[in-house]
């Protein structure tokens, strides 16, 4: 075969993770396959399970496969006689005296009919259908790791979204609970001045203090909401309603003592787009050889066989499928563009281009996964530093108000320094709170980058039974909906088998 074969590209690897040092992060293997179940959260894991069943973008990347699969069947069927038909054909036929190829002189009426069969084999000489095949292969396989790419980004936007309605659950719980202490503190402030301690100014003050920690629980409603709705769009569900769905603990997921992540070269192994990123180049690759093969010559088999009466003297149409009415011509031909070399040429240039930018691209991707899992580590790991800070500003905000009141009432202190407290204590508490949040989703993003996931849906099928049943109904797809789900390179479904070439 003509043509370059694929060799991966070298790419720069870390020999380990920046933060491993610290006690929360080890290099030992971790299993990813439902990284989800870390939180221990039930309701989380039955989210993820219905998306996995239910989501439309998976249903599509699903389908791409078998939509590659197809291809590859007919990239296949290249190999074998590109033309065959089958042919047949009736005539009546009138011949002019005056006709120079009727040499009798004489008006001639006959009928004429003809039945056979015609074929032409290009053999792959320089290895272009071979190539081709390679091509259609290998883009089948990035077919499959785009799903299982699909299927990564899923998990982790369900657990992101379901930690973001967790959260935003308990600020809406903070700011209630906060509002309840400012109507306290109201409540003190209207009494003082009914007594006439304090001036009108306190209980302006108080007012709007308190509507503003009201006016915050609409807006984060708001958040809620349209965090819900997002999350019914993964669960492959309309907008509306999912208390159902969301029913069981309330909490926010918390990460584990230790998370394992294992080395920076199983990336490499794990991770679905790089491994579409080399698909894509190994396909790239082949079509360098299946152009530069247009630039030889293409040997063929040509023939033709056919049956033939007519109603001419010494003929009869009932004779057409007489061994003596065959017709057949066989042979051997070739086609050459010589004229075209500096288009063929060319093509080759730019397939070879287009392979450049693909492995230039995969090793780009490596990169930019290693920074997406340093990132994450990143994250998480200042994100737990901000929570155990936050922790203990939140407890001395909450002592400070105890004491603003305390001493408001015994009339040691002004309003302002109440005023000041709720606002503070407010602030901490949400802070808090959203930095919980923060340390899960940074978890969570962490797993998206180790490329844990896509793991769960090894020897299930792709496309769910509900859409293969209607594609069957629809297209005779013979055995291809029911053919493994995933092929190792070199290997092909079974009825599209390769010789061993």
Do not use: C
Not at 11 to 29: G, H, I, Y
Not at 58 to 70: F, Q, S
Not at 248 to 255: C, D, E, K, S
């Amino acid at each position: 075969m003509v043509g370059p074969d694929y060799t991966r590209p070298d790419t720069s690897v870390l020999p380990r993770w920046s933060q491993t040092d610290q006690k929360r992060v080890t290099e030992a293997p971790a299993d990813y396959r439902a990284w989800w179940r870390v939180f221990n959260d039930p309701v989380l894991d039955r989210l993820v399970e219905s998306a996995y069943r239910q989501n439309l973008t998976l249903r599509v990347a699903g389908v791409r496969v078998l939509e590659a699969r197809a291809q590859l069947g007919i990239t296949v069927g290249q190999l074998y006689p590109q033309s065959q038909q089958a042919l047949g054909s009736f005539q009546w036929n009138h011949v002019s005296p005056y006709n120079p190829l009727n040499l009798t002189q004489t008006q001639v009426n006959y009928a004429q009919d003809e039945i056979g069969a015609t074929a032409s084999w290009e053999i792959d000489f320089w290895g272009k259908f071979r190539r081709a095949i390679q091509s259609a292969d290998a883009v089948l396989l990035a077919s499959v790791a785009d799903y299982d790419n699909t299927l990564v980004s899923l998990t982790a936007d369900v657990a992101t979204n379901y930690i973001s309605v967790r959260t935003l659950e308990k600020r809406i719980a903070i700011a209630r609970e906060n509002v309840e202490t400012q109507r306290e503190s109201l409540k003190i402030a209207e009494a003082r001045f009914l007594w006439g301690t304090v001036s009108e100014r306190d209980v302006a003050q108080a007012k709007t203090v308190l509507a503003d920690t009201q006016a915050s629980v609409p807006a984060l409603q708001s958040q809620l909401e349209q965090t819900k709705h997002a999350l019914s769009i993964l669960l492959g569900l309309p907008p509306g309603d999912l208390t159902e769905m969301l029913a069981g603990p309330a909490a926010i997921p918390g990460p584990p003592p230790q998370i394992a992540v294992g080395i920076p070269a199983d990336l490499l192994r794990r991770r679905p787009d790089v491994k579409e990123a080399e698909y894509t180049a190994m396909a790239q690759a082949a079509q360098i050889g299946v152009a530069r093969a247009q630039l030889f010559p293409a040997f063929s088999l040509d023939g033709t066989f056919t049956f033939m009466s007519t109603t001419l003297p010494g003929s009869k149409l009932s004779d057409m499928l007489l061994w003596a009415g065959r017709n057949y011509t066989v042979g051997p031909a070739f086609q050459w563009n010589l004229l075209n070399y500096g288009r063929l040429v060319n093509n080759v240039r730019v397939q070879d281009a287009r392979l450049q930018e693909l492995l230039i691209t995969y090793q780009n991707t490596v990169l930019k996964a290693q920074q997406e899992v340093e990132d994450g580590l990143v994250a998480f790991l200042r994100a737990q530093e901000r929570a155990e800070l936050l922790a203990l500003s939140t407890a001395s905000a909450k002592r400070s108000l105890d004491l603003a009141v305390e001493q408001y009432r015994g009339g040691i202190t002004d309003f302002t320094t109440v005023l000041v407290s709720e606002q503070s204590l407010l602030s901490e508490q949400d802070n808090f709170v959203a930095t919980l949040g923060t340390i899960s989703s940074s978890l969570v993003g962490i797993y998206r980058a180790l490329g844990g996931g896509w793991q769960i849906r090894e020897g299930t099928d792709m496309v769910p039974p509900e859409v293969k049943a209607v594609m069957a109904k629809r297209t005779n797809w013979g055995d291809l909906l029911n053919q493994a789900t995933y092929m190792p390179p070199g290997e092909h479904p079974p009825l599209l088998r390769l010789p061993d070439w």
